[in-house]
């Protein structure tokens, strides 16, 4: 498995910007696929954006398709979502997360076994 750590939360107005960054640890973190996942107050975990193990695919919930831009850079075993027109509704903890999956490029939305610790992210209106 690998260690992750995210950072970059904060507290931001209605309509600005922040880029959360994950840092992974391992040399073998082409093997895994990277979601970035949320969870409000009283609200269960979901999940918000994806990318392939080589980067190549991204997916993004409804909620944030358009608005939310996942990348990652595997030469520095780091992965980036940057978050635009935020919204109060955004406001919650942002987790990243990864999976082994060296046999597929494909991106699920459940299985993930590696957890970071999380990052706040809080949207004033």
């Known amino acids: 498995q690998v260690q992750l750590v995210e950072s970059g939360g904060g507290l931001v107005q209605a309509g600005g910007s922040l880029r959360l960054s994950c840092a992974a640890s391992?040399?073998?973190?082409?093997?895994?696929?990277v979601g970035w996942f949320r969870q409000a107050p009283g609200k269960e975990r979901e999940f918000v954006s994806g990318?392939?193990?080589?980067?190549?695919?991204?997916m993004y919930s409804d909620s944030v398709k358009g608005r939310f831009i996942i990348s990652r850079d595997n030469a520095k075993n780091m992965v980036y979502l940057e978050m635009n027109t935020l919204k109060p509704e955004d406001t919650a903890v942002y987790y990243c997360?990864?999976?082994?999956?060296?046999?597929?490029?494909?991106?699920?939305?459940?299985?993930?076994?590696?957890w970071g610790r999380g990052t706040q992210v809080t949207v004033s209106s």
């Open positions: 391992g040399r073998t973190f082409t093997r895994y696929v």
């Open positions: 990318i392939n193990r080589r980067g190549f695919t991204t």
């Open positions: 997360a990864a999976q082994e999956r060296f046999w597929s490029d494909d991106i699920p939305r459940t299985g993930y076994n590696s």
